[in-house]
């Protein structure tokens, strides 16, 4: 069963910062985009930061300048630091792995709570 363990969530001031981490298998890694994606109550689910095995990076527009998404290969972990967050930051964060080549595959985690007061 494919893992994604998600760690670093929590509740923070707004204007402070938070740091994400998911691990992933290193097969499941090294073959998929990895991303973060969030849902706050009553929302749909949304785009916070992809990144794919070349490092290209992709940001939600409600985001960019704020965090950054990386990954760090010897670790199998995908690493989203959250810098200037806001009370509309809060939100359960999913981790994401993608391939859209064959063989295809989307996993998910379990999601973190992250919670910005005000």
């Known amino acids: 069963q494919v893992q994604l363990v998600e760690s670093g969530g929590g509740l923070v001031q707004a204007g402070g910062s938070l740091i994400l981490s998911c691990e992933a298998s290193r097969s499941i890694f090294d073959n998929s985009a990895m991303g973060w994606y969030r849902q706050a109550p009553g929302k749909q689910r949304e785009l916070v930061a992809t990144?794919?095995?070349?490092?290209?990076?992709n940001y939600g527009d409600s985001v960019k300048g704020r965090f950054t998404i990386s990954r760090n290969h010897a670790k199998n972990t995908v690493i989203l630091q959250m810098n200037s967050l806001k009370p509309e930051d809060t939100a359960v964060y999913y981790c994401?792995?993608?391939?859209?080549?064959?063989?295809?595959?989307?996993?998910w985690g379990q999601g973190t709570q992250v919670t910005v007061s005000s």
């Open positions: 994401n792995a993608k391939r859209v080549a064959i063989p295809k595959f989307d996993y």
């Open positions: 990144i794919t095995p070349d490092y290209d990076t």
